[in-house]
């Protein structure tokens, strides 16, 4: 992956294409979200893309937390601000942020450590519908607006115990759904993996809306729509 070819970067200004979005989420990510179109009028570009934009611009560091609080589109101008030690904000020049990241400890810029790194991760996070989720939905006994499907990233954090590595594999250790009437959160955690060896650990925290009773009828024919639009991206 290079990832300078999902993103422009001018005179540290930082902006995404549709295209460059899109296929970021369909061809590194494995992510056929429908929220990811080029022509989906709510169109956003992937919290992963932002967080491996963040990796490949600022380093990789032993702790890292990020806090997602705004949907990036085409038309956004963005830049790192870092007025306070360790504390990075992805904003626009009217001070909206779009993106906050804690860190601490030792960094590293290996290039072949980051974009192992990126690539593993955003790889495991877009494997989360429909093989992590729809098993949770199942097991709480609710599902997603079949019409509307919106999974939100609210935040991910990442702890590494040492700054290299190679064939970086990522894997999930626990998954939970939480509801709350009509809302739900889903966790998950995982390991960080070098040659089969645990490097660090990490978790990722999702947002459910508009939540209604489980219907696998309902359900599958997400699913079959959601496997359709991969089969078809991947004929092109």
């Known amino acids: 992956m290079n990832i300078n070819h999902y993103f422009n970067s001018d005179n540290k200004r930082i902006s995404f294409t549709r295209t460059q979005a899109s296929t970021f989420a369909k061809a590194v990510a494995g992510d056929f979200n429908p929220i990811?179109?080029?022509?989906?009028k709510r169109f956003c570009v992937p919290g992963d893309l932002l967080f491996?934009?963040?990796l490949a611009e600022q380093g990789v560091y032993q702790s890292m937390k990020f806090e997602f609080s705004g949907m990036v589109g085409d038309s956004n101008s963005l830049f790192f601000s870092n007025n306070e030690p360790n504390h990075y904000v992805l904003q626009d020049e009217s001070d909206k942020a779009f993106m906050q990241v804690i860190t601490s400890g030792d960094m590293t810029q290996d290039s072949n450590f980051i974009t192992q790194l990126s690539e593993q991760y955003v790889q495991f996070s877009g494997q989360t519908f429909p093989h992590i989720l729809v098993p949770l939905m199942q097991e709480e006994g609710v599902m997603i607006?079949?019409?509307?499907?919106?999974?939100?990233?609210k935040n991910m954090?990442?702890?590494?115990?040492?700054?290299?590595?190679?064939?970086?594999?990522?894997?999930?250790?626990?998954?939970?759904?939480?509801?709350?009437?009509?809302?739900?959160?889903?966790?998950?955690?995982?390991?960080?993996?070098?040659d089969g060896e645990e490097i660090g650990h990490g978790a990722k925290n999702m947002l459910l809306s508009g939540l209604r009773d489980y219907e696998q009828e309902a359900l599958d024919e997400v699913?079959?729509?959601?496997?359709?639009?991969?089969?078809?991206?991947?004929?092109?």
Do not use: C, M, W
């Open 36 to 40: 990811h179109d080029e022509d989906n």
């Open 52 to 54: 491996s934009v963040f």
């Open 145 to 153: 607006n079949p019409a509307r499907p919106l999974v939100i990233y």
């Open 157 to 194: 954090e990442i702890t590494l115990d040492r700054l290299s590595g190679d064939n970086i594999e990522l894997k999930l250790t626990n998954s939970i759904l939480e509801k709350n009437g009509k809302k739900g959160e889903v966790g998950l955690e995982f390991s960080i993996l070098s």
């Open 223 to 236: 699913i079959q729509a959601y496997d359709q639009r991969k089969s078809n991206f991947q004929i092109q």
